[in-house]
C-alpha cells in the first residue's frame, strides 16, 4: 500500500459507456498526475492538477475529463472510448516544491474498451 | 522534448547474480528518479537521483548528469526483482514533469 489507491482496479466497457476512475491519496501531497501506460510504449502523462487546479493538459482528447475536487482526489470520467485507449491509467501524487518531487504511485486501473 | 533511452530492453537473469541497468538522457536534467513496476502493475520509487551515487541494500545507482546517463545496479538478484524498471527524467523550467523511457523488463528465473 503506496498512500495512493486507485478504483477501480479492473473495468470493461463498451464504446458507448459512461465510467468513471478515482483516486485518492493520503499523503498530504499538493499536486497529483493520471498518467496513461499502453503496451510498448512509455507512460504518458496526461493530466496534472496542483492544489486542485489542472496545470497540465498534455493534449489528451476530450472524451477524457479530469475532475479534482480537493487535493486529496482526483478523478478521470470516461465516455464515449475507443478500443485503443485500452491502457492501464496509472494516478500520481506528490508534493511540489519538496525538491525532490518524487511520485507516488497508486496501482493502477487497467481498462479494456470493446 | 528531452529524449530518455534505457538499456538493455529485456535482461534474463539467473538468481543470485548481478545487473547493470543503464538510462541515457539527451537534455541536462534537474530531477532522475527509478522506479520498480511490478508484474501486477504497481510502480515503486526506488531512487532520487539526479546526481551522485545512492545505496538501498542490493540495489544502488549512480547518475553522471555531466555524460546525461544513469546506472541501476542490482546485486545477488531475486526472484521478486522481476519487473519493469524505469527511469524519468525531468529537464527544463518543468519541476513537474517527468518524461519515462521505456522500461527494462528484468526476469529473474530461481
Known amino acids: 500500500e503506496t498512500g495512493v489507491t486507485q478504483t477501480p482496479r479492473h473495468l470493461v466497457m463498451g464504446m458507448t459507456n459512461k465510467k468513471s476512475l478515482k483516486c485518492e491519496q493520503h499523503?498530504?501531497?499538493?499536486?497529483m498526475y493520471w498518467y496513461k501506460q499502453s503496451a510498448k510504449k512509455p507512460l504518458e502523462l496526461m493530466f496534472v492538477?496542483?492544489?486542485?487546479?489542472?496545470?497540465e493538459n498534455n493534449s489528451v482528447p476530450s472524451r477524457f475529463s479530469p475532475e479534482c475536487p480537493n487535493s486529496s482526489h482526483l478523478f478521470l470520467h470516461l465516455h464515449t472510448l475507443q478500443p485503443e485507449d485500452s491502457a492501464l491509467y496509472l494516478c500520481?501524487?506528490?508534493?511540489?516544491?519538496?525538491?525532490?518531487?518524487?511520485?507516488?504511485f497508486g496501482a493502477g486501473s487497467r481498462l479494456t474498451v470493446l | 522534448g528531452i529524449q530518455v533511452e534505457q538499456s538493455p530492453p529485456d535482461l534474463i537473469l539467473q538468481e543470485g547474480a548481478n545487473s547493470t541497468l543503464r538510462c541515457n538522457f539527451s537534455?541536462?536534467?534537474?530531477?532522475l528518479q527509478w522506479f520498480h513496476q511490478n508484474p501486477w502493475g504497481q510502480l515503486i520509487n526506488l531512487f532520487y537521483?539526479?546526481?551522485g551515487t545512492k545505496q538501498n541494500g542490493r540495489l544502488s545507482a549512480t547518475t553522471v548528469a555531466t555524460e546525461r546517463y544513469s546506472l541501476l545496479y542490482i546485486s545477488s538478484s531475486q526472484t521478486t526483482d522481476s519487473g519493469v524498471y524505469f527511469c524519468?527524467?525531468?529537464?527544463?523550467?518543468?519541476?513537474?514533469?517527468?518524461?519515462f523511457g521505456k522500461g527494462t523488463l528484468l526476469t529473474v528465473n530461481p
Open positions: 500520481a501524487s506528490n508534493q511540489l516544491a519538496s525538491g525532490a518531487n518524487v511520485l507516488t
Open positions: 499523503l498530504g501531497h499538493n499536486a
Open positions: 492538477y496542483n492544489f486542485k487546479e489542472q496545470t
Open positions: 537534455d541536462s536534467v534537474n530531477n
Open positions: 537521483i539526479p546526481s
Open positions: 524519468a527524467v525531468v529537464s527544463g523550467g518543468s519541476n513537474y514533469k517527468l518524461t
